[in-house]
């Protein structure tokens, strides 16, 4: 199972959001490609880049960070969420060396927009699917829509997404453990990978998602707690290498 480190960038700088809320942040550093650096050398096999400010307003902000990162490191698969609405977004990042986009708000308000974006970018489409109490959240978390979560990565599924990010946003940030029954219930309901994301604290939660890694978890984003030490990120790659089956890629 993979580890994948959240570098998310607000004004340029690696930060994480409290929750959502882009008034609640820590800044960790001024240098997001530094940054980047530090994970691929402790052993990290793909990144997670999020633009924060382009969730919000719908459109790239921190698109000139995501490319420096993505030619710095041009061997390490890279995925980018945050403010992806229109083909021309998809393409500009792809050109850059980004190996996968992930599509959130929009995937929600226009599924025909995925089904297009599969179309046109075989393999590179991600769609994010941000749950709280079983109901999506889109817009930088600000709203909550009434779809399905589990009925729409389905529909995903059919279209040829890649990989679904499922986020218990509840979780994310709050260091209180991951949410591994609601993950594993919407993994085993798909046949393309899955990825965890939101509440990952410390090695008894790579134990946990590596116990049921065969029911479809590729991989899990880690965020808070590599960077504020409640995980060593080297090490718990290390254990996942060492004790999880062999999942879907």
């Known amino acids: 199972m993979l580890l994948i480190p959240a570098i ?12 959502g809320d882009m008034n609640e942040n820590t800044i960790y550093s001024e240098d997001p490609v530094a940054m980047a650096r530090k994970w ?10 999020v633009d924060l400010n382009g969730a919000f307003k719908g459109k790239p902000v921190n698109g000139d960070v995501i490319h420096e990162i993505a030619e710095t490191f041009p061997d390490v698969p890279i995925q980018v969420g945050g403010g992806i609405r229109d083909d021309d977004t998809i393409q500009t990042y792809l050109d850059a060396g980004v190996s996968y986009v992930i599509i959130g708000t929009k995937a929600v308000t226009a599924p025909h927009f995925v089904e297009d974006a599969c179309m046109e970018f075989p393999g590179h489409i991600i769609v994010g699917m941000d749950v709280r109490e079983g109901k999506l959240a889109i817009d930088g ?14 529909q995903f599924e059919e279209k040829g997404v890649a990989a679904i990010v499922y986020t218990d946003i509840s979780r994310d940030g709050m260091m209180q453990g991951v949410n ?38 590729m991989g899990a984003i880690t965020g808070k707690a590599i960077y504020e030490g409640t995980l060593d990120f080297a090490e718990a790659q290390k254990l996942a290498d060492d004790i999880s089956p062999l999942t879907r890629t």
């Open 8 to 19: 998310d960038l607000k004004d340029g700088k690696c930060v994480r959001l409290r929750q």
């Open 40 to 49: 691929i050398e402790a052993g990290a096999r793909r990144l997670h880049l």
């Open 141 to 154: 978390w600000s709203k909550l829509s009434h779809h399905d979560p589990l009925d729409l990565a389905l």
């Open 180 to 217: 591994v029954e609601s993950t594993v219930d919407f993994a085993k309901e798909l046949t393309i990978p899955l990825i965890a994301s939101g509440g990952i604290t410390n090695m008894d939660d790579i134990k946990n998602l590596c116990a049921v890694a065969e029911e479809g978890i």
